[in-house]
């Protein structure tokens, strides 16, 4: 049984930073797509940030510069360093994980996402 655990939301001022972490189980890791997505209050849920699983990335525009993206094979992991936030970016975080999949293709498994709150 795939799971995907997100950890690392909370509330961080403007200009502060956070690290999500995504910890998976039940998938052979180094062979997925892992992404991160987010879902605002009233708005549709949008791509963040992709990694492949030979280590290509892909992000969003309104994160370029600021937010980073990287996996730990060894530990089934994968983060999202994200600095310089704004309240713009204040949503549920999702990871979200394909099999050798393109970086904004349909993902096949989810978290259950994690806060994060970002006040001015």
């Known amino acids: 049984q795939v799971q995907l655990v997100e950890s690392g939301g909370g509330l961080v001022q403007a200009g502060g930073s956070l690290r999500l972490s995504c910890a998976a189980s039940?998938?052979?890791?180094?062979?997925?797509?892992m992404g991160w997505f987010r879902q605002a209050p009233g708005k549709e849920r949008e791509f963040v940030a992709a990694?492949?699983?030979?280590?290509?990335?892909d992000y969003t525009d309104s994160v370029k510069g600021r937010f980073t993206i990287s996996r730990n094979n060894a530990k089934n992991t994968v983060y999202l360093q994200m600095n310089s936030l704004t309240p713009e970016d204040t949503a549920i975080y999702y990871c979200a994980a394909q099999l050798q999949g393109v970086l904004q293709g349909k993902y096949d498994y989810w978290g259950q996402g994690t806060q994060v709150t970002v006040s001015s």
């Open positions: 039940g998938l052979t890791f180094g062979f997925y797509t």
């Open positions: 990694i492949g699983w030979t280590g290509e990335t």
